[in-house]
């Protein structure tokens, strides 16, 4: 027998012992449940180094006026918004995700999956947060919100061919022009896991924007855009792609802003109207706490039976306190969605508060 044997079977036994009297008292399925708990702490606190979440929101009180033609009904009412953030590093790559819920979470209203490549650029799915042609359908300064919001027609002549729901999104910056792409495949849709939409058409659009430093302009923020949708069938004569397309500049010098844009979306379907806009806003910040600003926006709509000129203006005044709000905007149209005759107006004031 060799004559370590023996030196063995003791580190045995006393294993055995120690063993015996930790466990004393405790069945498997106890045993079970300790490991399973301390795997379930280990995973918990892997997940909290793998990334950095934050939780932002606002919280906003508005009262709304409408035009003599509707029911006003109670005019007070409420949205709360809550923004949760994350991003870590994976594989190199930073990775990040957005979420935003709103209105007593009746539901998810965007959110957003992106990928930093860095000199790469960003690789994103969006389901509503904002891509391509859509991020500049109107680039018009504004001391609250836009001239059409609150009015029966708020498409306005707005571009966005790729729309922002169910789309992948491309993100870089060559030599001072940022480039802003979206593409989808089908209609635009906010799908959930495993589901697909509905069939519809699939759609590309971009956005080019930009500052004065390349021309060596203080001040100045320009833009153009273009995109196509998918419209009908491609067999069918009567119908093409439908076409979008639009151009902006800001000039900003000292407290005031003026902007102007141009748009123009062609239906190519017979007996649809083509769309013309063009816009443009004076924004003034009285000082550091108070902005004002004017607005109008002409919509021609042309068809065979004529051409027929929606027109908005709009004022909108905002006073910021701190993490405090207080904005209100009258708005009106008439010829709305380019019918004669068709008019609508509406007054909102807002209190918002951020956290």
């Known amino acids: 027998m060799p004559k370590n044997y023996k030196y063995i079977n003791l580190r045995i036994f006393i294993m055995h012992s120690l063993m015996k009297t930790i466990t004393k008292g405790i069945n498997m399925n106890d045993m079970k449940k300790i490991g399973l708990t301390a795997l379930a702490g280990s995973l918990v606190a892997f997940s909290a180094n793998a990334a950095e979440m934050s939780v932002s929101g606002a919280t906003m009180l508005t009262y709304t006026s409408e035009d003599s033609t509707e029911v006003t009904g109670n005019p007070f009412g409420m949205k709360t918004n809550l923004s949760f953030t994350a991003s870590g590093e994976v594989n190199g790559y930073n990775v990040s995700y957005m979420q935003t819920s709103a209105d007593q979470f009746a539901g998810m209203s965007s959110a957003r999956l992106s990928i930093d490549m860095g000199d790469m650029g960003t690789l994103a799915f969006d389901q509503g947060s904002g891509s391509g042609l859509a991020t500049i359908d109107d680039k018009t300064p504004t001391a609250a919100e836009e001239i059409w919001d609150g009015l029966d ?93 639009t151009a902006f500049a800001n000039y900003s010098v000292g407290p005031v802003t003026f902007g102007y844009q141009m748009a123009y979306i062609n239906s190519n379907v017979l007996g649809t109207d083509d769309r013309q806009s063009d816009a443009w806003g004076l924004a003034f910040n009285i000082n550091e706490n108070l902005s004002v600003s004017y607005g109008e926006r002409d919509v021609v709509y042309t068809d065979n039976a004529g051409d027929v000129t929606e027109k908005f203006d709009g004022i909108a005044v905002a006073y910021t306190m701190g993490s405090m709000k207080i904005a209100g905007n009258m708005n009106e149209v008439s010829d709305s969605a380019g019918v004669s005759g068709a008019i609508d107006s509406m007054t909102e004031i807002a209190v918002s508060f951020a956290f």
């Open 153 to 245: 027609s708020t498409a306005a002549g707005r571009v966005g061919a790729a729309g922002n729901t169910g789309v992948f999104n491309y993100i870089n910056t060559f030599g001072g022009v940022t480039l802003n792409a979206a593409a989808r495949n089908g209609s635009g849709s906010a799908n959930s896991d495993g589901a697909s939409s509905a069939a519809g058409q699939g759609a590309w659009d971009f956005a080019l924007t930009t500052d004065g430093s390349m021309i060596g302009v203080d001040g100045l923020a320009i833009g153009v855009g273009y995109g196509e949708k998918e419209n009908g069938s491609e067999a069918d004569s009567t119908y093409g792609d439908e076409q979008h397309s």
